[in-house]
């Protein structure tokens, strides 16, 4: 916080003439200097000059010796404490503890979950250094999937998520002091798949009826099978009940129409 400006006093001495106030000192500070202005009765007052710019971060508070030395021989003097107090500027925007953040959350995660917290902090004091938290211009759906505290930054689920529809989500959160500076950070949240999803069957081509002098290996049909999880998850095994003469064999589109093995 930085300001300038001065600030007057006064001493008094029951001496009269040459044994009056006749000077005044500082005890030595860079930040101030001491200038003395004579008043219409040709007394002198003293002054407190500001010389550079304070941080109330830095020091919230001087002490200081003002002295008042009189003309007398030998000299007297007297001395008053000067306490200043440096009141708070809204200097210091708030801070993200990280750019970016991160979580990784499973799929299945409940509506209300907690995700992740942020945390933003103000080096000013009372209303400045209050921060409230926001979403940046994130897209729809984020906002419909996730929520945040402004106050305590703890980002939830506020929706279902689904690996299968995205897998990861990236936005900017924003963090507001009580005078408006602002900080701004990037969360990262990678979704997890879980076994959620039934493999699908689908018949690409049928021949029946078959005739039954067909010839071992012909296909009788060609199946697409798909399970929408990811990894281990997605991998499918297939096998036939019943007492039918048939096989199921791995193949493609392009195999068909065609052998495909015994």
């Known amino acids: 916080a930085g300001q300038s400006g001065s600030g007057t006093g006064s001493s008094s001495d029951a001496d009269v003439g040459s044994n009056s106030v006749l000077t005044y000192q500082l005890i030595s500070n860079p930040s101030f200097s001491l200038a003395l202005r004579e008043n219409p009765g040709g007394k002198k007052q003293p002054e407190l000059v500001l010389e550079r710019a304070l941080d109330r971060e830095k020091q919230s508070s001087f002490e200081l010796v003002l002295m008042a030395v009189d003309g007398g021989d030998p000299a007297r003097s007297g001395t008053v404490q000067v306490r200043i107090n440096v009141t708070d500027a809204n200097d210091n925007p708030p801070v993200f503890s990280k750019r970016i953040y991160e979580a990784r959350v499973a799929e299945n995660l409940p509506v209300g979950s907690l995700v992740l917290?942020?945390?933003?902090?103000?080096?000013?004091?009372?209303?400045?250094?209050?921060?409230?938290?926001?979403?940046?211009?994130?897209?729809?759906?984020?906002?419909?999937?996730?929520?945040?505290?402004?106050?305590?930054?703890?980002?939830?689920?506020?929706?279902?998520?689904?690996?299968?529809?995205?897998?990861?989500?990236?936005?900017?959160?924003?963090?507001?002091?009580?005078?408006?500076?602002?900080?701004?950070?990037?969360?990262?949240?990678?979704?997890?798949?879980?076994?959620?999803?039934?493999?699908?069957?689908?018949?690409?081509?049928?021949?029946?009826?078959?005739?039954?002098?067909?010839?071992?290996?012909?296909?009788?049909?060609?199946?697409?099978?798909?399970?929408?999880?990811?990894?281990?998850?997605?991998?499918?095994?297939?096998?036939?009940?019943?007492?039918?003469?048939?096989?199921?064999?791995?193949?493609?589109?392009?195999?068909?129409?065609?052998?495909?093995?015994?």
């Open 117 to 262: 917290q942020v945390l933003a902090t103000d080096a000013d004091a009372g209303s400045n250094r209050k921060v409230s938290y926001s979403f940046g211009n994130v897209p729809d759906d984020v906002a419909m999937l996730f929520s945040i505290d402004s106050e305590s930054g703890e980002i939830r689920t506020a929706g279902p998520l689904d690996f299968e529809e995205n897998s990861k989500y990236t936005f900017d959160l924003e963090a507001r002091d009580g005078g408006g500076l602002t900080d701004k950070c990037e969360v990262q949240i990678d979704i997890t798949d879980v076994n959620d999803n039934t493999p699908e069957i689908t018949i690409l081509s049928l021949s029946s009826p078959v005739t039954e002098d067909a010839p071992t290996g012909t296909v009788v049909a060609l199946l697409k099978v798909r399970d929408r999880d990811s990894g281990e998850n997605g991998q499918v095994s297939c096998e036939l009940s019943g007492e039918a003469p048939l096989s199921i064999v791995a193949s493609s589109v392009e195999n068909w129409p065609g052998r495909t093995g015994p």
